[in-house]
């Protein structure tokens, strides 16, 4: 499984970016998909999730009404359109799938598969 995260770049604060990750190759358990970010110096956290049944979003705070979590099941694609960035923004993007249903969709033990990553810069 092959997943491939686009659209990262430098924005300046208050503008916005729409990342894409899109998964490819084999068959796999996919209970739903989920972005985690990594800045510089500090652990890997959740941003936004989205289970495959139901649809249901999750978001962590921080983004609630700025970020929104998209898919296009046709094309195994998921979207983070993420709007009024901040500095605090900043980090590298990674989308994954979720493989385990038993884990919360916010822990990262309950994803397999993992992008590269996608550089997100916000200058203030």
């Known amino acids: 499984v092959q997943l491939v995260e686009s659209g990262g770049g430098l924005v300046q604060a208050g503008g916005s970016l729409r990342l894409t990750c899109a998964a490819s190759?084999?068959?796999?358990?996919?209970?739903?998909m989920g972005w985690f970010r990594q800045a510089p110096g500090k652990e890997r956290e959740f941003v936004a999730g989205?289970?495959?049944?139901?649809?249901?979003?999750y978001y962590r705070d921080s983004v609630k009404g700025r970020f929104t979590i998209s898919r296009d099941d046709a094309e195994n694609t998921v979207y983070l359109q993420m709007n009024s960035l901040k500095p605090e923004d900043t980090a590298v993007y990674y989308c994954?799938?979720?493989?385990?249903?038993?884990?919360?969709?916010?822990?990262?033990?309950?994803?397999?598969?993992w992008g590269q990553g996608t550089q997100v810069t916000v200058s203030a």
């Open positions: 994954a799938v979720r493989s385990n249903a038993f884990l919360p969709i916010r822990d990262q033990g309950a994803y397999k598969y």
């Open positions: 190759g084999g068959t796999y358990s996919n209970y739903g």
């Open positions: 989205i289970t495959w049944s139901s649809g249901t979003l």
